[in-house]
């Protein structure tokens, strides 16, 4: 669904609401996205994002994070950083480092200590490494992003709209019921819609994390 088509079915659902305009939507909208959508725990499939272009410096101990970077899990398999080992000639020289807590990285390798990244901590919009780069590596950063704004004046989509409009249709269309139109007939409405729609990304990314994950006898 693009932004012009939102606005149209939630201006619908409303009853016809030609007063809600793009720009209060969009205001709504992407106030939900940052606040709530994207720093829930949840995370859906379509935010995961990989970047190769970050590289450390030589005897410089952090690197940034990528800029559309929001959320690292650790309990994701598929969430990884790692580097490419120049002295690797196999197929996959990717190296991964070690997520930790920072100060017990630090203290264990000590600020002197130079050498290929073992170990990492995220720290606001760092990561630090241990060892201290010796050299100029590249980084594979796996991770989940934050997505491109709402424009509801165009026919155009963001992930959000491409994959998971029936939630924030929902989401978004509860948000005006009531608090804008308060209409109490059609609260219940949007509610549903938000609560199925998340249903049914959250079964989606759940069935694709599965999906690579090899199965044997005994296994759940």
């Known amino acids: 669904m693009n932004g012009d088509d939102f606005l149209t079915v939630l201006q619908k659902r409303l009853g016809r609401r030609t007063d809600i305009t793009s720009a209060m939507v969009t205001l709504e909208a992407e106030m939900l996205r940052k606040n709530v959508l994207e720093n829930a725990t949840f995370k859906p499939w ?32 598929w969430c990884q950083i790692a580097y490419n080992d120049p002295d690797d000639t196999s197929a996959d020289p990717w190296v991964p480092i070690v997520l930790d807590d920072w100060n017990i990285i630090k203290a264990y390798y000590k600020d002197e200590v130079i050498g290929k ?33 709402f424009d509801f004046t165009v026919a155009s989509e963001n992930l959000w709209l491409q994959h998971a409009s029936d939630w924030v249709l929902g989401e978004v269309g509860l948000i005006f019921a009531s608090q804008y139109t308060r209409d109490q007939d059609v609260i219940p409405v949007f509610d549903l819609m938000r609560k199925e729609g998340r249903r049914r990304v959250y079964n989606e990314t759940i069935a694709r994390f599965e999906a690579g994950k090899m199965r044997s006898m005994g296994d759940d």
Do not use: C, M
């Not at 190769?52 to 970077?69: G, H, K, L, N």
């Open 117 to 149: 990244p073992i170990k990492g901590a995220l720290v606001f919009n760092r990561l630090y490494l241990r060892p201290i780069p010796d050299d100029t590596y590249t980084l594979r950063w796996r991770y989940y992003k934050t997505d491109s704004a």
């Open 46 to 77: 379509f935010l995961q994002a990989e970047d190769a272009t970050i590289t450390t410096t030589a005897s410089q101990e952090y690197v940034s994070r990528p800029a559309d970077f929001v959320h690292f899990d650790e309990e994701d398999d």
